[in-house]
């Protein structure tokens, strides 16, 4: 279902998205400048830590969030130039799921009213139709039709995020954004879900946004990989491409950081400890923005702010040091932070 050479279902240029700080004197940056697009039928993998844009981009990929300036396509057609009618239509098409297996389901309603609950706003099908649509999806989550009788207090988490899938299948999804959707799941049953979202691609051809911060997720179940650091991408690649040959410092010590070990074949020789918060997005550094936490910075990199670069087929970075091969041996100055 992989289709390259199709129309991007989704494409992203020089997007910015920013907030009033808490105090309303400033402005937080939460996404500085950031392009892409995302392929019919393709899982976008998209990480970064905690505060770094994944959710804001996500937010604005389906219309929740405006954004403060850049253009978003739409299967092709601008968002800008869309009618009110148009754009109701065509951000059908588009559609989340959160990390809160509770965010989309009302307490007071059984599973099958929720289920029918955004066919009635789409309009166009009969209570019946909508009824047995509804009853098709919950099968096709791997659920017991009697099921749909039940509240969401009588289903498990993994449950409740089945039924949350469920929901948005009878729309027809042309891209559905994944919002850290396994983590509050046990992580027994994380594995059941994301071939969940694989088998459905499959069948159904849809592309998936797929954020989380923790990396072997993403990769279980991604085709490419958008690596964010406050508010931009500073790597965006082939999975295996990001977690076997990284590009960037940032990514290496995403990948150094994992908790639970990658499979062998993907593990990184490398290693490097990242020190230091991350800094605001009211204030990001200058030049690299990683540049304050990164051993391989110059000064050419607090001044100059690296360009995106496509330094392999299909693989990008913005890193002034990087190179085809990977990154430099490390100046001697860096040489506590890390293990070759
Ligand atoms: N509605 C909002 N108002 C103000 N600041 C926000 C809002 N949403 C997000 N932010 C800020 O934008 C930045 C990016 O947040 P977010 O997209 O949630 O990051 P992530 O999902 O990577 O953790 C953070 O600094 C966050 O505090
Ligand atoms: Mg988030």
Known sequence: MKDTLSRPVMEVRDLTVRFPSLDGTEEVRAVDGVSFEIRAGETFGVIGESGSGKSTVGRTLVGLLEPSSGTLKFDGQDRASMSKRDWRVARRAYQMIFQDPNAALNPRMTILDSLIEPMKIAGGRSAAEMRDTALAALEKVGLRRDMAQRYPHEMSGGQKQRVNIARVLPLDPKLVVCDEVVAALDVSIRGEILNLFKELQADMGLAYAFIAHDIS????????????????????????????????????????????????????????????????PVNPPSGCRFHTRCPWATERCAGEEPAWRELRPDHRVACHHATPEGLPPLPDRGAGQISE
């Not at 593990?267 to 800094?279: A, N, S, T, Y």
Request: glycine share 6%; hydrophobic share 40%.
């Open 217 to 280: 997720v993403v990769a279980q179940i991604s085709d490419r990989i958008a690596v964010t650091y406050l508010g931009q991408f500073v790597e965006l690649g082939p999975t295996e491409g990001i977690i076997e040959a990284p590009l960037h410092p940032y990514t290496i010590a995403l990948l150094s950081a994992e908790p639970q070990p990658l499979p062998a074949h993907l593990r990184h020789r490398r290693r490097m400890v990242l020190e230091g918060d991350i800094p605001s």
